[in-house]
């Protein structure tokens, strides 16, 4: 930990660059989420708090390990196959679908399933329906599909792919490192949806 804590900046950087360069190694996943994860390297300043110093610590533990290094490389792949998906099941989104969609659609996530669970409603109940429903036809819109069935189990697979707490985590202490404005977690919510769809 205290040799972790005096890494010089590049140091800090390569540790984080070889991590996502083995991540997407020989995949062909969607460009931009290497090129963020690549640009969003810890960034320390002349005189970190002790709150940033125990972040860059974590995220350098996080990083080497290896079934966190699984997990985000089954992620990469999993957004690869989606790529070159033509099932009509799901697969990429409809080609118009920016990422400004992608973020309405992750705010509505937030706000209703939050919401939801907050409120401590089952995710299995009748009174869960109307939002799983709402939420499933966002995103059937932003995939250009029909909501049903083999939509639902599909969503709910690329949910069960990609809402991981510690990836969330790893974005949470890149932001304590580099000053950015902290996010809610939202992790929780996704997992709500994704019983609702199993229900």
Do not use: K
């Not at 810890?42 to 002790?50: A, G, H, M, Q």
């Not at 974590?58 to 999993?78: N, S, W």
């Not at 304590?176 to 939202?186: A, E, F, L, Q, T």
């Amino acid at each position: 930990m205290y040799d972790l804590a005096r890494l010089g900046a590049e140091q800090r950087r390569s540790i984080v660059t070889d991590f996502v360069d083995e991540v997407f190694d020989g995949l062909d996943a969607e460009p931009g989420i290497a090129a963020r994860m690549r640009a969003a390297t810890p960034e320390l300043p002349d005189d970190p708090t002790t709150e940033q110093i125990e972040a860059w610590i974590e995220l350098a533990e996080l990083v080497r390990d290896e079934g966190f290094r699984r997990r985000i490389r089954a992620m990469a792949q999993r957004s690869a196959e989606d790529r070159g998906a033509d099932d009509g099941g799901g697969g990429a989104p409809a080609p118009g679908a920016g990422r400004d969609a992608h973020g309405r659609a992750a705010a509505a996530v937030a706000e209703r399933a939050g919401a939801a669970l907050a409120a401590g409603i089952d995710p299995s109940s009748d009174e869960a329906r109307p939002v799983v429903d709402e939420l499933a036809a966002v995103f059937a819109q932003l995939h250009e599909r029909s909501d049903g069935p083999q939509f639902r189990a599909w969503l709910a697979d690329a949910i069960e792919a990609f809402a991981d707490r510690r990836a969330e985590r790893y974005w949470t202490l890149l932001a304590i490192m580099n000053g950015w404005p902290r996010r809610p977690p939202s992790t929780p919510a996704w997992e709500w949806l994704l019983a609702g769809l199993r229900a």
